[in-house]
Nanobody, 124 residues
């Protein structure tokens, strides 16, 4: 069992930056692949970025590539999402997810565990 808690959300003006964190419980965090998804009001949850268990591979949605960076600190059981050059369309609730075995880290249904989400609001 893995419990995930996101933090770091807030309100920022367009062009600003935020760093989200996802803290995981459990001693096997380093064996899980991790992902970030987001859901805007009235829209489906969409893939943002993912990182494999070792941190050696990362995946990004095309619209976030170059602006967002995912990283993980296995010693701290935490995965991070650095978001730069934020746009109003980035406004959403951001969720982190964990999956033990998967080759489809961009797919929401692959993930076994989810956090409660953290709100990010970008104003123009």
């Amino acid at each position: 069992q893995v419990q995930l808690v996101e933090s770091g959300g807030g309100s920022v003006q367009a062009g600003g930056s935020l760093r989200l964190s996802c803290a995981a419980s459990g001693r096997t965090f380093s064996t899980y692949h991790m992902g970030w998804f987001r859901q805007a009001p009235g829209k489906k949850r969409e893939f943002v970025t993912a990182i494999n268990w070792s941190g050696s591979r990362t995946y990004y949605s095309d619209s976030m590539k170059g602006r967002f960076t995912i990283s993980r600190g296995n010693a701290k059981n935490t995965v991070y999402l650095q978001m730069n050059s934020l746009k109003p369309e980035d406004t959403a609730v951001y969720y982190c997810g964990a999956v033990l075995n998967s080759r489809e880290l961009t797919t929401e249904r692959e993930y076994s565990y989810w956090g409660q989400g953290t709100q990010v609001t970008v104003s123009s």
